[in-house]
């Protein structure tokens, strides 16, 4: 059975430009959720996918986007980065129809100058 | 609505001591109860977790918790710690008949451990 990964694990980018994270759920997981962690923070919840359908969304503008793969892997993008979009990105995933658990990756850090 | 709060941002323990980290929530409704640990530029870990039944957990790494309904307590309890557990902890709810079952966090609690 393999975890979650999370790539990149590093990203630097400029204002403006757009990023694709990418998250590969454990074996199994139909339930992909996507949280942004700022430095010295707790995590935000940015928004939900089950099933390849959004199950939920946080308080995150719709410059924040995603998808969820037949394989249930995940993919969030960002358009338009701002400074304040610099945090840890982080991907969970679950098995929404038997208790829930939450597993996480590793996490992306992405830095915006 | 769910929110959580860590009542100690830092605690700072020797190694050997027994440690308690409390976490406070508030929730109209029944949730399940999470504590995880997130090691310096790691991801996090998941210690421990209530879902129903017995309110005493016990988790990895020799960590429990007790789930107290009346006090909307969960607080994580090690006896005797070691170097290795200097982490940030988390408290985390979510509710179980919501459509999706997001966790709402705590701040964290910075544990560290002194030789």
């Known amino acids: 059975e393999t975890g979650v990964t999370q790539s990149p694990t590093h990203l630097i980018k400029t204002r403006g430009q757009q990023v694709t994270l990418r998250c590969s759920s454990q074996?199994?997981?139909?339930?992909v959720s996507w949280y942004q962690q700022a430095l010295g923070q707790g995590p935000q919840f940015i928004f939900q996918?089950?099933?390849?359908?959004?199950?939920g969304r946080g308080n995150f503008p719709p410059r924040f986007s995603g998808l969820q793969f037949p394989n249930y892997s995940s993919e969030l993008n960002v358009n338009a980065l701002e400074l304040d979009d610099s945090a840890l990105y982080l991907c969970?995933?679950?098995?929404?129809?038997?208790?829930?658990?939450?597993?996480f990756g590793p996490g992306t850090r992405l830095t915006v100058l | 609505a769910q929110s959580v709060t860590q009542l100690d941002s830092q605690v700072p323990v020797f190694e050997e001591a027994p440690v308690e980290l409390r976490c406070n929530y508030s929730?109209?409704?029944?949730?399940?109860l999470f504590w995880y640990v997130q090691y310096p530029n790691q991801g996090l870990q998941l210690l421990l977790k209530?879902?129903?039944?017995s309110t005493l957990v016990k988790g990895i790494n020799g960590f429990e918790a007790e789930f107290n309904k009346s006090q909307t307590s969960f607080h994580l309890r090690k006896p005797s710690v070691h170097i290795s557990d200097t982490a940030e902890y988390f408290c985390?709810?979510?509710?179980?008949?919501?459509?999706?079952?997001?966790?709402?966090w705590g701040l964290g609690t910075s544990l560290a451990v002194n030789p």
């Open positions: 969970a995933s679950s098995d929404r129809d038997f208790g829930d658990t939450q597993y």
């Open positions: 074996s199994g997981h139909n339930t």
């Open positions: 996918y089950y099933r390849e359908e959004e199950n």
């Open positions: 929730s109209s409704v029944s949730v399940y």
């Open positions: 209530y879902l129903s039944g």
């Open positions: 985390a709810v979510s509710a179980p008949g919501g459509n999706n079952r997001k966790l709402i």
